[in-house]
């Protein structure tokens, strides 16, 4: 009876959630490395082909501009797109895909991106804090190269993934005010109210309420996420998070104690993004899929947990098998 009322408790779980495939979009002829959503559904797009595309809610392009390298990272705010490119530029977009301007930003700089009101931070064996008009106000040595990085509460937090750790620098200052160094490369990192995420290998779920000093609260293994793949997406008001383990070939979906609630075998998945309802998938062959979360409404959560730590293990021992993964090298 133990085992049925287990089957049966972990069936109701998996299938929480579900997904419905809305539209494709398949232009770009290479990987998908990093994706970002406006508030009101425009999908930044930034590929391995050299390009930046946006594209509506419905799936319809609104706009592109290629360049002379990778689109190696993607950001939002302020009804602006901004794409870093490793030919040494950001690329700004308006949020109706009409293409703006460029600013360069240096070959320290070209790796990573995060806008916040009208500015962004730009990272690579640097970080520099500029203003949409180019203005640098701060530029700080973080050791080795970064490959995500996300603007939260003042702080920036850069995943430095030839470091293996997370570096926390002063928005205001940009000095280096914390680091959490890991077993494996960091090479992703996303935050939603009072939680930080990264991805070492392993994802890993930190409260921020002292912004400056993240407390973990769980990390799961198991998990084949490298670098160059900007994972994972919280979903509106921070309930679930999704991650495309593009090394099991997995989309899988925690919520924010730790429980594995939701995962698809999808072939060459690199990384994701959620909106609303939406979660938008991409592939290593410039696929996109955009997806309706079924059976989810968006709502907002409390800002502390108490994590499970007991339930996953079955499910993640499911659900994963290793594949192994090709990692791109920066030229």
Same mark, same amino acid.
């Given at each position: 009876m133990r085992a049925l009322a287990a089957a049966l408790l972990l069936l109701a @779980?998996?299938? /929480?959630? &579900?997904?419905?495939?809305?539209w494709t979009f398949s232009e770009p002829n290479n990987a998908i490395e990093d994706?970002? *959503?406006s508030p009101n559904g425009n999908l930044g797009i930034a590929s391995? &082909?050299?390009? /930046?595309?946006? @594209? &509506?809610? +419905?799936? #319809?392009l609104l706009g592109k501009e290629c360049g002379g390298g990778i689109m190696a990272g993607a950001g939002y705010? #302020?009804? @602006? *797109?901004?794409f870093v490119n490793t030919d040494d530029y950001v690329y700004l977009f308006k949020e109706d895909g009409t293409f703006w301007k460029k600013i360069e930003v240096g070959d320290s700089h070209d790796l990573a991106i995060a806008l916040f009101g009208n500015a962004f931070v730009a990272c690579d064996y640097y970080c520099a804090k500029y203003d949409f008009s180019g203005y640098k106000y701060w530029d700080t040595g973080v050791g080795d190269y970064v490959e995500d990085v996300v603007v939260h509460k003042g702080y920036v937090y850069a /995943? +430095?993934?030839g470091g293996k750790k997370l570096q926390i620098l002063d928005l205001n200052t940009g000095e280096i005010v914390n680091e959490i160094g890991y077993d494996y490369p960091s090479g992703s990192v996303n935050a939603c109210? +009072?939680?930080? /995420?990264?991805?070492?290998?392993?994802?890993? @779920?930190? &409260?921020i309420s002292d912004p400056a000093n993240p407390r973990l609260l769980w990390n799961r293994s198991r998990l084949g996420v490298g670098g160059n793949e900007h994972t994972p997406a919280f979903s509106p008001g921070c309930k679930y998070i999704a991650v495309a383990d593009n090394g099991n070939n997995m989309l899988k979906i925690f919520d924010i104690n730790g429980n594995l609630v939701y995962f698809k075998r999808m072939e060459g998945i690199w990384n994701v993004a959620w909106w609303k309802d939406r979660l938008a998938v991409g592939y290593s062959n410039g696929k996109i899929e955009m997806y309706r979360v079924v059976r989810y409404t968006p709502q907002p959560v409390s800002t502390t947990t108490t994590p499970n730590t007991s339930e996953i293990s079955a499910v993640a021992l499911a659900a994963a098998f290793l594949v192994p993964k090709l990692r791109k090298k920066k030229e």
């Open positions: @779980v998996l299938h /929480a959630l &579900d997904l419905k495939l809305l994706m970002v *959503f391995w &082909d050299n390009c /930046a595309y946006i @594209v &509506d809610p +419905n799936g #319809n705010s #302020n009804r @602006v *797109f901004g /995943a +430095n993934e109210r +009072n939680y930080l /995420a990264v991805i070492a290998k392993e994802l890993y @779920v930190y &409260d």
